[in-house]
């Protein structure tokens, strides 16, 4: 039997625009390895100097939350103003807090 | 606890309202997602095959400077279509799935590219014309409610317009050069206009249920205005290098602002879509023959990865 045609593993790239800054997800493509995965991603992703650095991972490798539970999940962070400055009250004429 | 469907689709709908974006994994009405995938996987159809008409010319660009600038532009409109596909299989389909549809002629692409490119004028009259139309719609695209797609709009219309000015660099050498260069200038333009202004899609009251795709944001606008406003835009740009419109009825309304434009033969743009435009078979041929070509290396690369993994997992 011939063998089903592939069409590669997907990998999710995300590009570092400049030195300093956070790696930002741009989108995925296939590669049969990383290696070639970077070099697609350049050619995908890079063509006009948008970056400096390129991450692929394999999209099999990412567990993300599910949108269903983004009330429960996230809700605990809600209540707890006090981890802002802003919740404290410093009196008139003090600097430096 | 399972919400019931009423309940999803008004929260579904207060979301695009709110102009919140809707992402792969939230929840979507059917008919969302198969229209989105419908869209989509045309889009970055029309990308790829896109490249043929141009790609026809790489090799006889009149000088290396026009060589290297088809080069680099044939290479983004690849690029298009890459960012299309993955975007599109956000939503559960296949690339390997979405091909298949495109060689067995199940899926469309856009009419336009089913016209041959037989001079280089033709290379001008693309840019300027079929790019310039594309952006009109992109633009709009890029405001949809569907996130992948509408990060990929944005990209894609941030290297659209050097598409647009290159073309009309071409066009602009060939109007102001010899009496011929104009004439084929001229011959450029009569041919790509009518087919440029189909390409947006039939007339309003021939396309039918747009009022629920608006209401999705998955349309932004309707046809008829893409195209009045790509009217508006371009016959300026047309005059002012002394080409004329093969439409001896277009003329600018002062009263409304905007041109008015003779009637379009909708009988030849269903014929194209339907299969019989002058490169239909030829443009379809070329990608089979593609991607049977390519098979080979698809299959070198991905024994060689195997093998690094094998070696990998040994060195463990
Ligand atoms: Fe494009
Ligand atoms: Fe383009």
Redesign the pocket.
């Known amino acids: 039997m011939e063998k089903k045609d592939t069409q590669w593993p997907l990998w999710e790239i995300f590009i570092q625009a400049n030195p300093g800054i956070p790696h930002k997800h741009v989108g995925s493509l296939h590669a049969p390895d990383a290696e070639l995965a970077i070099q697609n991603a350049r050619d995908v992703y890079t063509r006009r100097n948008e970056g400096i650095s390129i991450w692929v991972v394999e999209a099999k490798n990412i567990r993300a939350s599910s949108p269903e539970d983004i009330g429960s999940f996230f809700e605990p962070a809600n209540d707890k103003v006090y981890r802002h400055p802003t919740f404290y009250k410093v009196p008139d004429g003090v600097k430096y807090l | 606890m399972v919400k019931d469907e009423k309940k999803l689709l008004a929260e579904f709908q207060a979301k695009i309202d709110k102009g919140v974006k809707i992402e792969p994994k939230d929840w979507m009405p059917e008919h969302y997602r198969k229209q989105l995938i419908r869209m989509m996987s045309q889009h970055a159809h029309s990308e790829i095959v896109g490249m043929l008409p141009e790609g026809n010319w790489i090799t006889r660009a009149p000088s290396l400077r026009r060589k290297a600038i088809l080069l680099a532009?044939v290479q983004?409109?690849a690029g298009?279509g890459m960012y299309l596909y993955s975007a599109a299989e956000t939503l559960g389909i296949d690339r390997t799935e979405m091909l298949e549809q495109l060689h067995t002629g199940k899926a469309k692409y856009s009419s336009i590219f089913n016209y041959p490119t037989l001079t280089w004028a033709d290379i001008g009259a693309i840019g300027w014309l079929v790019?310039g139309a594309?952006i009109m719609n992109q633009t709009a695209l890029a405001k949809g409610s569907y996130g992948p797609y509408s990060r990929a709009m944005v990209r894609i219309c941030k290297e659209?317009s050097f598409?647009n000015r290159q073309g009309y660099e071409i066009m602009c050498s060939l109007a102001f050069g010899t009496p011929e260069q104009k004439a084929m200038a001229q011959d450029a333009l009569n041919r790509w206009w009518w087919p440029a202004i189909m390409m947006l899609g039939p007339s309003d009251d021939n396309s039918p249920n747009s009022a629920e795709l608006m209401s999705w944001k998955v349309k932004m606008e309707s046809n008829d205005s893409i195209r009045q406003r790509f009217i508006d835009r371009t016959v300026p740009q047309g005059d002012h290098i002394g080409l004329t419109f093969p439409d001896p009825l277009l003329k600018f309304n002062k009263e409304t602002g905007h041109y008015e434009h003779g009637p379009i033969n909708w009988e030849e743009f269903f014929n194209v879509v339907k299969g019989n435009g002058p490169c239909n078979k030829a443009r379809l041929k070329a990608r089979v023959d593609a991607d049977k070509d390519g098979k080979w290396v698809r299959e070198a690369a991905e024994a060689y990865a195997m093998k690094h993994t094998e070696k990998e997992t040994l060195a463990a």
Do not use: G, P, S
């Open positions: 532009k983004d409109e298009h790019d594309a659209e598409h």
